[in-house]
């Protein structure tokens, strides 16, 4: 029991000093919660510490240079899922919340127009032009768009959250593996013990 606690615990602080580097930029860029918690960000922190009790299990008793060059590859992987996610959860953000001139965390949440009422539907048809905000204006509150489409919004802006954080954590946390076994196998052992025992060579 004392192993497992003492293994969780160094775990936590990874977890810890990851969040602590980059917590204030995740609760920044989180999509706006209905109800003010921080729901997101809190089961994002388990998440991200089940991924890196997943990737240290996978890389225990794996110490060489193919795993090494493997560990790279993933990070690799993940970098390159990351990045287009980061643009994708951008442009959503723009897209469905308002006003954007509030901080992100005290937006509304919208709908594609697929989702809008009948009334409203009709009225953006007439004025294809119109900007959600004064869409939102015209029309009293609940009454633009349909409640599926809102929670359909909210799904999607979570998952689009959830895969940006966690693809930037298993790219850090794979990439920290790549270079922690590329030290220790940087000098194979037989290379290690044919330069120990070599004899030195006199200068003159």
Known sequence: MRDYKHL???FIQVVTFYLAAFGGFLRNVAPPDPVRASFPVGALSFLTLLLLMIISAMSRNR???RTNTSWLVAGAICFLIAAPSIFFYRDAL???TYPQSRELNKRETAAPDKYLKPDAARYKSLN???SVEELVRDFPPGEVWTQVGIEHTRTMLLVLYACVVLSIAAAVFCLLEAN???GKSALPKGKVARTLNKPATKTL
């Open 180 to 182: 922690m076994l590329g």
């Open 63 to 65: 110490q060489s240079r």
């Open 94 to 96: 723009g897209r469905y």
């Open 8 to 10: 969780l615990a160094s």
């Open 128 to 130: 294809p032009s119109i």
